[in-house]
């Protein structure tokens, strides 16, 4: 199957910082991507829709200015989680849909963000 | 809004034997698709089967098959032969509009 890569797999900031989370979609294009929070022993909650070439779709509660999503080619979207706090810490896990491959969405192996 | 639902937050059951996961499932769409993921403990999230809304066969998967039932918004998954790496979080999830949206998850342990 299409293979989804995440980077870093872990990542440790300070309170105030940002970092930046990135998926790739490694052997096919993805014209839409999806962000989703796991808290621990919980499902998944999706956070955005990532759009190639247009602004992401943010769920309702996600805050928009705090998590900022790219979508800037066709097998990159990135996530910057702006000013982290504790609270932001959390497994972040991206997906990527090929629709020419049916519809397939495959998923990222994780981001696991500590923010101290 | 669409919703996912499983009422069985952990089972178990011996290697070999045969268990059943439920899943309901509420949507407005029309068109839609229904998914069993698994995460093991490395959290990589795995498709064990998918089932779309339109096809009344059940969907099967070697040892793994589905109990669609439309009418009643149900979707269960039945894991024949349990096997050690089995053991894992399984997810149910429903793909409409444009969006997917997992179930809260059932721990299933097999025990040797």
């Known amino acids: 199957g299409a293979v989804v890569s995440q980077h870093p797999s872990r990542v440790i900031c300070k309170s105030g910082t940002s970092v930046k989370i990135e998926c790739r979609s490694l052997?096919?294009?993805?014209?839409?991507m999806f962000w989703y929070r796991q808290f621990p022993k919980q499902s998944l909650m999706l956070m955005a829709t990532?759009?190639?070439?247009?602004?992401?779709?943010?769920e309702q509660g996600v805050e928009k200015d705090k998590f900022l999503i790219n979508h800037a080619s066709l097998t990159l979207s990135t996530l910057t989680v702006t000013s982290a706090h504790p609270e932001d810490s959390s497994f972040y896990i991206c997906?990527?849909?090929?629709?020419?491959?049916?519809?397939?969405?495959?998923f990222g192996p994780g981001t696991r963000l500590t923010v101290t | 809004a669409q919703t996912v639902t499983q009422s069985q937050p952990e089972m178990s059951v011996q290697e070999a034997e045969t268990v059943t996961l439920s899943c309901t499932y509420d949507?407005?769409?029309?068109?839609?698709?229904l998914f069993w993921y698994k995460q093991p403990p490395s959290r990589q999230m795995i498709l064990v089967i998918r089932q779309e809304a339109y096809k009344q066969q059940n969907a099967t998967e070697n040892r793994f098959s589905v109990n669609f039932q439309k009418a009643a918004k149900s979707f269960s998954l039945k894991i024949s032969d349990s096997q050690l790496g089995d053991t894992a979080m399984y997810f149910c999830?429903?793909?409409?509009?444009?969006?997917?949206?997992f179930g809260t998850g059932t721990r299933l342990t097999i025990i040797p």
């Open positions: 997906s990527a849909i090929d629709w020419t491959g049916g519809g397939e969405q495959y």
């Open positions: 999830a429903l793909f409409g509009n444009e969006k997917l949206t």
């Open positions: 949507t407005s769409e029309n068109n839609y698709y």
């Open positions: 990532s759009n190639e070439g247009s602004k992401a779709t943010y």
């Open positions: 052997d096919f294009q993805a014209t839409t």
